[in-house]
Structure formats: structure tokens, C-alpha cells
């Protein structure tokens, strides 16, 4: 489980999510990049925390890691950890477009600061999923202010899925940020429909994939990256 960006909390409540459905033969190791933004907000904090997932992806395959999840409803970084990973690699983003699809005809993405709807509706289509994606609407709480002990962000976030489902007409709800992972289970009991936490959703299809016997396929696109040499602190990577 890669959290991409820095904030030790979100790695652990990713980690205990991630445990939670986990099968008894799967071992979750939750990390996070040394460098990199506390929180991913813009293009701009998932730019700077792409080389530090390719950095994780990269001391798991050393490890001998069966397969990752990257943890940030933005995939950052996925198509390159492809790339290194012999494992499967799948992104909370791709994972929850995937079960939504599975369980509802249509379904609404609640995600974080309005400026990054934008990108998910790119995954949306990137993913294949134009048409599944009823809407995106955001909660304008910013990423490290959801566990707020004396914060509302469940609140926020409920009342938001419930008014997304009437106004998109859609049936499941996605919830667009790594954050949200806990309190996906209330929600869902509260609205009575389908809301899918990515982080959940993306640890089981690692593990049906990994089960399955389907790793990332090493011919074209995601083959390994060619050798070259990378200057400056990006020399320091090792690529396994
Ligand atoms: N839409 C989002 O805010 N996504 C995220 N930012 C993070 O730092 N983690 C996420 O899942």
C-alpha cells in the first residue's frame, strides 16, 4: 500500500483499511514516500509525488513485493510503476471506477477540493468509464482536515454523496480521496447504496490478480524502462 504523499496518519489509516479486508495470506505493508508533498491537492503535489512512488515500487521489488496499491484517487505515478513492477499495480482511482461499475449503473465521485474534479473526470475517461461517471463534486475540505477530531468532514461528505445521488440520478457512489477510506462503511449504511473506498476496493483486486496469476505484462507499454542514465537526485534511484 503506497500512500503518495507524506502524511504518516493517512499511511496508517491506510494501512488499517487495507488490513481490514485483507485475506489471511496476504501481508499489507503500508508506506510512504521520505519526499514528497504532505497531501496531494494540485497537479503540481502529484508531479512532486510521482518519483517518490516510483521510489517505493522500486525498494518493492527488491523486496520481493507481489503487487501494489497506490493510495491517492489521483493514481499518481501508476503507468510508471507499471513500468518497474512485475506485480499488478492498480490505482484507488481505477479500483473504485471498477466495483461502482460492478454494483450500479451510474455512479457520482465525491472527492476533495473542487480543483481536482477535473482529474477525475480524466481518469473517468481514461479508464473507460465517460459514460458510468454521473458526476464530481467536491467537498472542499482539504485532504489532512478529514480526520479532524473536531472536524464535520463525515458529516460533509455524507450529506455531499446523498445530494450527488439525486442530482446525478446515479446508483453508487465513489469516494475520491484515500481520506475518505473510513468512513465508507457509514455511508453506505446511511444512504442505503453502494459507496466504494478505493483503498479497499483496489487491496482485493491486487489480490484477485495475484491469485489469478496476472501480473503486468513486461511487452510494450509497461515494459521496463530502457537504461539511461538520470541526473541529479533522480540518479540516486536505483531501477530494480
Ligand atoms: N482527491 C484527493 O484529494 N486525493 C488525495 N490526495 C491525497 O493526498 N490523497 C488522496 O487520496
Given at each position: 500500500?503506497?500512500?503518495?504523499?507524506?502524511?504518516?496518519?493517512?499511511?496508517?489509516?491506510?494501512?488499517?483499511?487495507?488490513?481490514?479486508?485483507?485475506?489471511?495470506?496476504?501481508?499489507?505493508?503500508?508506506?510512504?514516500?521520505?519526499?514528497?508533498?504532505?497531501?496531494?491537492?494540485?497537479?503540481?503535489?502529484?508531479?512532486?509525488?510521482?518519483?517518490?512512488?516510483?521510489?517505493?515500487?522500486?525498494?518493492?521489488?527488491?523486496?520481493?513485493?507481489?503487487?501494489?496499491?497506490?493510495?491517492?484517487?489521483?493514481?499518481?505515478?501508476?503507468?510508471?510503476?507499471?513500468?518497474?513492477?512485475?506485480?499488478p499495480v492498480v490505482g484507488?482511482?481505477?479500483?473504485?471506477?471498477?466495483?461502482?461499475?460492478?454494483?450500479?449503473?451510474?455512479?457520482?465521485?465525491?472527492?476533495?477540493?473542487?480543483?481536482?474534479?477535473?482529474?477525475?473526470?480524466?481518469?473517468a475517461h481514461r479508464y473507460?468509464?465517460?459514460?458510468?461517471?454521473?458526476?464530481?463534486?467536491?467537498?472542499?475540505?482539504?485532504?489532512?482536515?478529514?480526520?479532524?477530531?473536531?472536524?464535520?468532514?463525515?458529516?460533509?461528505?455524507?450529506?455531499?454523496?446523498?445530494?450527488?445521488?439525486?442530482?446525478?440520478?446515479?446508483?453508487?457512489?465513489?469516494?475520491?480521496?484515500?481520506?475518505?477510506?473510513?468512513?465508507?462503511?457509514?455511508?453506505?449504511?446511511?444512504?442505503?447504496?453502494?459507496?466504494?473506498?478505493?483503498?479497499?476496493?483496489?487491496?482485493?483486486?491486487?489480490?484477485?490478480?495475484?491469485?489469478?496469476?496476472?501480473?503486468?505484462?513486461?511487452?510494450?507499454?509497461?515494459?521496463?524502462?530502457?537504461?539511461?542514465?538520470?541526473?541529479?537526485?533522480?540518479?540516486?534511484?536505483?531501477?530494480?
Amino acid at each position: 500500500m503506497i500512500n503518495p504523499n507524506t502524511a504518516r496518519a493517512m499511511t496508517e489509516s491506510i494501512g488499517r483499511c487495507a488490513r481490514a479486508v485483507a485475506g489471511p495470506s496476504t501481508a499489507i505493508v503500508a508506506v510512504s514516500p521520505s519526499m514528497g508533498p504532505e497531501s496531494i491537492e494540485s497537479h503540481y503535489d502529484e508531479a512532486l509525488a510521482v518519483p517518490g512512488v516510483l521510489a517505493e515500487v522500486a525498494a518493492g521489488e527488491r523486496a520481493g513485493t507481489d503487487g501494489y496499491v497506490i493510495a491517492c484517487f489521483g493514481d499518481p505515478g501508476l503507468d510508471a510503476a507499471r513500468e518497474l513492477a512485475a506485480g499488478p499495480v492498480v490505482g484507488i482511482a481505477q479500483a473504485a471506477m471498477h466495483a461502482a461499475t460492478l454494483v450500479g449503473r451510474g455512479f457520482s465521485v465525491v472527492t476533495t477540493l473542487s480543483r481536482t474534479a477535473g482529474r477525475a473526470w480524466d481518469l473517468a475517461h481514461r479508464y473507460g468509464f465517460a459514460a458510468a461517471c454521473r458526476g464530481v463534486h467536491a467537498c472542499d475540505i482539504p485532504v489532512l482536515e478529514l480526520d479532524r477530531p473536531d472536524g464535520d468532514a463525515r458529516e460533509v461528505v455524507t450529506r455531499l454523496c446523498a445530494e450527488a445521488l439525486d442530482a446525478d440520478g446515479s446508483d453508487a457512489v465513489v469516494l475520491g480521496c484515500a481520506g475518505m477510506a473510513p468512513f465508507c462503511a457509514e455511508i453506505s449504511a446511511r444512504l442505503g447504496v453502494p459507496v466504494v473506498d478505493g483503498v479497499t476496493a483496489a487491496t482485493k483486486l491486487v489480490e484477485s490478480l495475484i491469485c489469478l496469476g496476472l501480473r503486468t505484462s513486461a511487452r510494450g507499454e509497461y515494459a521496463p524502462p530502457p537504461p539511461k542514465r538520470y541526473s541529479g537526485l533522480l540518479g540516486d534511484f536505483t531501477i530494480p
